[in-house]
């Protein structure tokens, strides 16, 4: 299934392919602000629709995630990593994307304070 999504303003958009089973929360000092709901995805399931370079990055800790966000509204819509194998993937905020019933979806909690 396909899903859209997009910042508060629309600089960044994008459309990202797969079935959303749940979604994952983390007390981190970053997650636990952004109040973000992660859903992971091979890198090549996001296809961003407006140019990389209206992207603003954040990075902290080991600066291995960046964390995309708009820099004119704010919204942090995804993430972008690697996981344990090397695979690129894309932590989406499915706050973020138009057409989900959040309350449907599951949420799993994450210690990332602790990790
Ligand atoms: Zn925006």
Redesign the pocket.
């Known amino acids: 299934m396909m899903h859209y999504g997009?910042?508060?303003?629309?600089?960044?958009a994008f459309e990202v392919e797969g079935d959303i089973k749940s979604a994952m929360a983390c007390n981190c000092s970053m997650c636990q602000r952004k109040g973000t709901l992660m859903w992971f995805v091979p890198r090549d399931a996001l296809r961003l629709t407006t140019p990389e370079a209206n992207l603003a990055t954040y990075k902290f800790n080991k600066h291995v995630i960046s964390h995309h966000f708009?820099?004119?509204?704010?919204?942090h819509p995804y993430g972008e990593g690697t996981d344990p194998k090397g695979n690129r993937m894309a932590a989406v905020n499915i706050r973020c994307l138009t057409d989900v019933d959040l309350d449907s979806i599951p949420v799993t909690h994450f210690d990332g304070r602790s990790k």
Request: glycine content about 16%; hydrophobic content about 25%.
């Open positions: 997009s910042c508060h303003c629309g600089r960044i708009c820099p004119v509204c704010g919204i």
